[in-house]
């Protein structure tokens, strides 16, 4: 029987494809709005690209098959980066309307008690998500989108082992407040809700930046993303939580 790290090994290729396809759909949902436009049209877009790295807690509860077990991972997980995602986020902006795309990837695991025993809960995520906000002034925007997420349970106790894949599609609808947005310093509130392949997810955040020269800037959010999913033998009901740190650069 194959331990819980070597089916994970065995999907490390797979793993990489959806990183580098979900890539490339956030590059051009982005990119193709703004090559649509004329070069003459006296309005210029901008561009951001973010890598994030998200240090990601977890509470809930997960199941593959007939198993389930309940997940938290305490806070000091999350001081050790023991539950680390990678997101890549890119804007394309000609106010009042942006355009973004993100993809993000979570590893993460937990030990606890189930039904049947001790068990080793470990969970491979990958998440996309393209949209758009329209900005009806500086302080509040609205914003719509596609939430894409692609999830592997695996529960392995002393005698047992069982897992499940299962993607889905959730459209969502949020808003987002500005309290700051200066030349250098930035501050935001956002959150949305949605529904789709999950029955349902919602998401918030409250974030800041500070933005030096024409090009940089550094960030740091606490984010919040909640699902309810259940179907073909897969229970994920689960609340991501933790925080981002990026680094932006404009293109």
Request: some cysteine; glycine content about 10%.
């Amino acid at each position: 029987m194959l331990t819980l790290e070597e089916a994970f090994e065995d999907d490390y290729v797979s793993r990489r494809r959806h990183i580098r396809a979900l890539a490339a759909l956030v590059a051009v949902v982005c990119v193709a709005p703004v090559s649509a436009q004329s070069d003459d049209s006296g309005d210029d877009w901008s561009y951001e690209l973010i890598p994030y790295l998200w240090a990601s807690a977890l509470d809930g509860r997960i199941g593959a098959g007939s198993s389930s077990a309940d997940v938290s991972a305490s806070f000091k997980d999350l001081a050790e980066f023991r539950n680390v995602g990678f997101s890549m986020r890119m804007t394309a902006t000609r106010e009042p309307i942006q355009w973004y795309g993100e993809a993000s990837y979570v590893q993460l695991e937990n030990d606890t008690i189930a039904p049947a025993g001790p068990t080793r809960v470990k969970t491979t995520q990958t998440l996309a998500e393209v949209g758009l906000t329209y900005d009806f002034d500086e302080e509040l925007a609205a914003y719509a989108g596609v939430r894409y997420q692609d999830v592997i349970g695996v529960l392995q106790g002393p005698s047992y082992r069982t897992d499940q894949e299962r993607e889905w599609l959730d459209g969502y609808v949020g808003a987002r407040w500005n309290a700051i947005k200066s030349e250098r310093w930035s501050a935001w509130l956002r959150g949305d809700v949605g529904a789709g392949g999950s029955k349902f997810t919602w998401l918030a955040e409250a974030g800041g930046g500070y933005h030096w020269g024409s090009r940089w800037a550094a960030y740091l959010a606490y984010r919040v993303l909640d699902t309810d999913y259940e179907h073909g033998g897969l229970l994920y009901d689960v609340k991501l939580s933790g925080l981002l740190f990026g680094f932006g650069i404009r293109l």
